[in-house]
DNA sequence: CTGTTAGCGCGTTCAA
DNA sequence: TTGAACGCGCTAACAG
């Protein structure tokens, strides 16, 4: 493609149309008060005639900042990052600033440059739920700064991360599940690489180690319907009366699956998710799942960069927003 | 936010430490291969050890490109979307090219000041799926150029658009259910201001005009799962044996209510979607939709884009990718 | 209140 | 092959 910026005419046009300079058609279009109306007047005039438009990028450079955050996730069809998504334009644009997403398509080798495009092209990242393993991003993220991560921790201690507290969840969902009398479970794990998988192993043995007439066997599992569906048959041959699969995707998937083949649940087989989509609640029959306020992580992730950017202290980085179960 | 777009060091630094010219770090920087091996290595060495990046709002405001595309959609919970984005993300990366996506959250009244800021970062934009009334849209274009529509179309004849059948595909449904004996449909409407819907309403009135013994009623819908769920008393109300849903999301809404309530899919009711998208296939029993080639759709519109820019003739716009039926 | 000057960081002519 | 000079389009500091 060529040039493609600036087709429109330039401030200086302007200018020379309504016969002042440059700058004053600046604060006029920007609205500064200390123009005199008359003049005012007739650069606005001359703009509407002249069909002008400020450039947003060469008053990016000038001013030093964008206004533009980028939200960079790993793949737009879990709803869940659309929820954190909604959080962050929510709470951004109160500040007027617009919200950019990228996309890295599940493909983990791309997160950093796609990453870091997107930083190029905006002021500040919030990266959420990146996979990359933890030497790339801890080289990676001093590049981006103003960043905050959203499900990853870091060593870098200036950098302030956001985590949900899985162990939680998982311990409601296997509390809640030992309270129906389940004994032998199934985990259905996370995609490889999958970094918020490990806190859920982790509660899963501490929830063993508690309960000595637990038993947890640990499947192939995935992040979407699909590797959901696929598990089903794992699933089965377990022999386990209740499955937690990795998120409501997966555990959406494997009920599809299930009800195919005429498997009863829960009577046959329970089933749990996690995050709490919508798409829980009108699952056949409903999930149980956990509540995951991502909304207000994304808002929360928000608040922590712009507290970075104000040169604020370090903020307190790692809290951890709870968690609630929901059936 | 103050001043967060370029803190490292700035090409003149790089010049300095490598005791050459800037003009020639730039040639390194983008290899170009006129300038000596062994000064060329002096350059890469002294970027490498102050850890330059070139800005690329710089680079982007003097190239007059920033090789950035944006997709503006109106709902990322919908995963037709995704679809799109992902043919888009594609097509464009094969030429060097981002892709960066900008939702409206279904607030139609700021679909214009959304697109406009995506189109103030990027070279071009893809609108898809726009819900502004046909005036504003008419007005918002040429602002926008280079830019091509998705699912809309326009008056201005140099700005290309990419429109799905429709109509054939709702054909088909209706040919697929009056093939099994239906003679009383329920349509559920697209929401509010949805442009896709009149063609819809259109290929209905249309099958209903050469089948006299079909009959049609049109109730309020939307596109989204909670749509379709809210919308099954209606559809019970109306005592029609089968509906068409607007898309395969109110569909999958209107499904699970009737699961809920005990009537069965498709004895009872046959429930029929449009765009197919993974869900349709995990869905209890599994919908019978229209399949829209929506990847496609994005490779295509990027194909447009880069027609376009070229300059070239104006593509015939408005050719119809047409969507097949599945089961 | 307005204009002049300088500069954001980089790419690219044009001479040398 | 290299560098000096100018331009991208706009905003900010300073003078007047």
């Known amino acids: 493609m060529g040039r493609v910026l600036k087709d429109g005419p330039k401030i200086g046009e302007v200018a020379a149309a309504a016969g002042v300079s440059r700058a004053t058609v600046s604060r006029v279009m920007n ?30 450079l000038s001013l030093g900042r964008s206004s533009t955050v980028a939200v960079v996730v ?23 600033y617009r919200t950019l997403v990228a996309e890295t398509a599940d493909r983990t080798a791309d997160e950093s440059a796609v990453a870091q495009e997107a930083r190029a092209r905006c002021d500040a990242v919030i990266l959420v739920n990146p996979r990359m393993p933890q030497e790339a991003l801890e080289e990676l993220l001093p590049q981006l700064r103003p960043v905050v991560l959203v499900n990853r921790t870091t060593a870098h201690e200036d950098i302030p991360s956001l985590v949900i507290d899985h162990a939680q969840g998982i311990h409601r969902l296997v509390d809640h599940l030992a309270g129906l009398g389940h ?5 259905l794990r996370g995609p490889a690489g999958s970094i918020s998988d490990i806190p859920r192993r982790e509660a899963l043995a ?29 699933v089965l041959a377990s022999e386990a009366t209740a499955v937690v699969a990795f998120n409501d995707l997966t555990a959406f998937g494997l009920l599809a699956r299930l009800n195919e083949s005429g498997v009863r649940v829960p009577d046959g087989l329970s089933v749990t998710g996690f995050d709490d989509i919508e798409l829980a609640r009108f699952a056949n029959p409903a999930l149980t799942t956990v509540n995951v306020p991502h909304a207000e992580l994304g808002r929360r992730a928000w608040q922590l960069l712009a507290e970075v950017v104000a040169g604020g202290p370090v903020p307190a980085s790692g809290r951890r927003p709870r968690p609630s179960s929901r059936s």
């Open 31 to 60: 609205g500064q008060s200390t123009v005199a109306p008359d003049i005012a007047d007739r650069v606005r005039e001359a703009a509407a005639e002249l069909n002008y438009r400020p450039s947003t990028l060469a008053r990016s």
């Open 74 to 96: 790993p793949d737009l069809r879990n709803p869940m990052f659309h929820q954190v998504l909604r959080g962050v334009m929510d709470a951004s644009e109160a500040e007027d």
């Open 183 to 187: 004994r032998h479970l199934a985990y």
């Open 206 to 234: 501490d929830a063993v180690a508690r309960r000595p007439e637990l038993r947890v066997d640990h499947l192939a599992g995935g992040s979407t319907i699909d590797a959901g569906f696929e598990a089903a048959d794992q």
